[in-house]
C-alpha cells in the first residue's frame, strides 16, 4: 500500500486512536495554538523551525525539529508563516515532494497580490499538494475554545484525496468544514477575513441615510418652525420625541424595502417571459441584503417599543398631563370620554403590538440556528405570507396613527407633509402592487414562468 493511501486511512475518522503525525513550520501564535488544539484531538505534532530549541511556548507534548527534518516525519505540513518568507521552502522541494502543504496565510488587504498565497505556494512547490485552509480561524479562538463565532473553515484545493485528508483534521479539532473547490477558490477564501461586514454595507449606509434625512426633517417641524412661529422652545424633542418618531418610521421603510426588490424581480419576469435571464447587479445586490435590511428595521422597531414604554416618565409628558387636569379643575368641567379617539387609540396600539409580534417572529426565523430546522416551505411561509401580514399590519398601525394629518392644513407646516405620511408611500406602493400580482391572471403566467415555461425560448440560451 502506498504511503498517500495510508495516510488517509490513519486519518479517518474509523481510526480515532492512531492518528498521522502532522508537522507544522511556523512557532507564532496561530502555529502554536493550532498545534495545541491537534495535540488535545490525539494528533502527533513535530514543529518544523530554524530553533529546534523547546520553549515554555511550544506545546509539551510536541516536537520541534528543523525544516528538513520535521518534513520527513509527516504528510501533512501546515504552513504558519507568513508569504513573504515562503522562499525558504525552495530548497525543500524534494523532501516536500508529495506532500499535502496547507496554507493558512492571511493578506493585510484585499487582493494585495495578483494571485492567492496559496496559489503562489502551488507555483514555488509543484510537486506539492496544496490546500488553503483555516485562515478563518483565529488564534484567540482556538486557544480559548470560543469557536462558535468562526467554527466554519472554508477548504480547497485540487486534489480531492488531499482535501479529504484535511478536511477530516477539521472535524477532528471540533470544527466545520466546508469544501469550496478548486484552488482558485483561495483568492476569495483569503479576502473573507478581510471584510467588515460585507453584506451589511448597502443596509447600513441607506439606514444611516434615511435616518439622517428625517431627524433633520422632524427637527425642522417640530423644532425650528415652533420656534420661528410660535415662539416655543422645545429643542428637547431632540432626546426622546424625534427619535420615536424617526425610528417607526424607519422600521415601516425597511421593512417595506426588504420585499419591493421581489415586487421589482416579478415584474421583470412578466414583461421578459422567463426566468432564466439575469437580474440587473443593482437587483441581485438588493436581494441579497435583504435580511440585513430586515434586522436593521427589526433594530429600529425594538428602539420605537423602548422609547414608548418610557414616554410616561418624561416631565413633558407629566406637565402637560397636569395641565390638563388643573384646566379642568379651574373650569369645573370634566372632559367626557371621546369613544371615537379610544377605538382609534386601542385599534393602532393592538396593530402595533400584532405587528411587531411578527416582526420578531420574522427575526427569529432568520437565525441560522432556527432556520437550518425547518424545511423551505415553512421558511418561505414565514418570510413571505407571515413577513407581508407583518408589513399590513405596521401600514395599518401608522395609517390609523398618523391618518388624521392627511386632512389636516396644520399638518402641513412649510408645506411640508407630516413624517407619518412619508412613511407610508413606499410599504402602500408594495402593497398595492402586491394585491395586483396575486391575482389570478397575473399569478398564474408568473407561477408558469418561475417553474420553467418561456414565452420565448431563445433566452434560455
Not at 496554507?103 to 484585499?110: A, E, H, V
Not at 423551505?376 to 407571515?386: A, D, G, I, P
Amino acid at each position: 500500500m502506498n504511503k498517500n493511501s495510508s495516510n488517509v486511512m490513519a486519518l479517518a475518522p474509523n481510526t480515532p486512536n492512531k492518528r498521522e503525525t502532522v508537522c507544522i513550520f511556523g512557532t507564532g501564535d496561530f502555529g502554536r495554538a493550532l498545534g495545541n488544539k491537534m495535540i488535545q484531538s490525539g494528533y502527533p505534532v513535530v514543529y518544523g523551525s530554524r530553533s529546534t530549541q523547546i520553549s515554555n511556548l511550544i506545546p509539551k507534548d510536541a516536537e520541534v525539529l528543523g525544516h528538513a527534518e520535521a518534513a520527513q516525519k509527516a504528510a501533512i505540513i501546515i504552513i504558519a508563516i507568513q508569504r513573504q518568507h515562503y522562499n525558504f521552502l525552495t530548497p525543500l522541494a524534494e523532501v516536500l515532494h508529495g506532500k499535502v502543504l496547507v496554507d493558512i496565510s492571511n493578506n493585510l488587504k484585499l487582493n494585495q497580490y495578483p494571485e492567492s498565497n496559496a496559489e503562489y505556494l502551488a507555483q514555488l512547490l509543484p510537486g506539492s499538494k496544496v490546500v488553503k485552509a483555516f485562515n478563518t480561524v483565529s488564534a484567540w479562538a482556538l486557544q480559548s475554545g470560543t469557536l462558535d463565532a468562526s467554527r466554519q473553515v472554508f477548504v480547497c484545493g485540487d486534489d480531492v484525496e488531499a482535501k479529504q485528508m484535511v478536511m477530516d483534521i477539521v472535524r477532528a479539532v471540533g470544527l466545520t468544514p466546508l469544501d469550496k473547490g478548486s484552488l482558485l477558490a483561495a483568492q476569495e477564501i483569503e479576502n473573507y477575513p478581510l471584510q467588515l461586514f460585507p453584506m451589511w454595507k448597502f443596509p447600513f449606509f441607506l439606514s444611516f441615510g434615511l435616518t439622517a434625512f428625517f431627524f433633520f426633517y422632524c427637527l425642522v417641524l417640530d423644532v425650528i418652525y415652533t420656534y420661528i412661529y410660535e415662539n416655543n422652545n422645545f429643542s428637547f424633542f431632540i432626546a426622546i420625541t424625534i427619535p420615536n418618531r424617526v425610528f417607526p418610521v424607519m422600521a415601516l421603510i425597511l421593512l417595506a424595502l426588504v420585499y419591493l426588490p421581489g415586487i421589482f424581480a416579478a415584474i421583470i419576469q412578466l414583461y421578459r417571459g422567463t426566468k432564466y435571464r439575469r437580474f440587473p447587479d443593482w437587483l441581485d445586490k438588493w436581494m441579497l441584503c435583504r435580511k440585513q435590511l430586515g434586522l436593521i428595521a427589526l433594530a429600529f422597531a425594538s428602539l420605537h417599543v423602548v422609547f414608548t414604554l418610557v414616554t410616561p416618565m418624561r416631565a413633558f409628558v407629566s406637565w402637560r398631563t397636569s395641565k390638563g387636569i388643573i384646566s379642568q379643575a379651574l373650569n369645573n368641567k370634566t372632559e367626557p370620554l371621546n369613544h371615537t379617539t379610544a377605538w382609534i387609540s386601542d385599534s393602532y396600539l393592538a396593530l402595533g403590538i400584532l405587528g411587531y409580534f411578527l416582526f420578531v417572529l420574522l427575526g427569529i426565523t432568520s437565525l441560522p440556528s432556527v432556520s437550518n430546522n425547518v424545511n423551505w416551505r415553512e421558511f418561505r411561509f414565514v418570510q413571505s405570507k407571515l413577513g407581508y401580514l407583518s408589513l399590513i399590519l405596521c401600514t395599518a398601525h401608522t395609517l390609523v396613527y398618523g391618518g388624521k394629518w392627511f386632512l389636516s392644513p396644520s399638518a402641513y407646516k412649510w408645506y411640508l407633509p407630516n413624517i407619518y405620511m412619508l412613511s407610508l408611500v413606499v410599504p402602500c406602493a408594495v402593497l398595492v402592487v402586491k394585491f395586483v400580482l396575486i391575482f389570478p391572471c397575473v399569478d398564474r403566467p408568473l407561477t408558469q414562468i418561475r417553474q420553467g415555461w418561456e414565452r420565448n425560448p431563445k433566452y434560455s440560451q
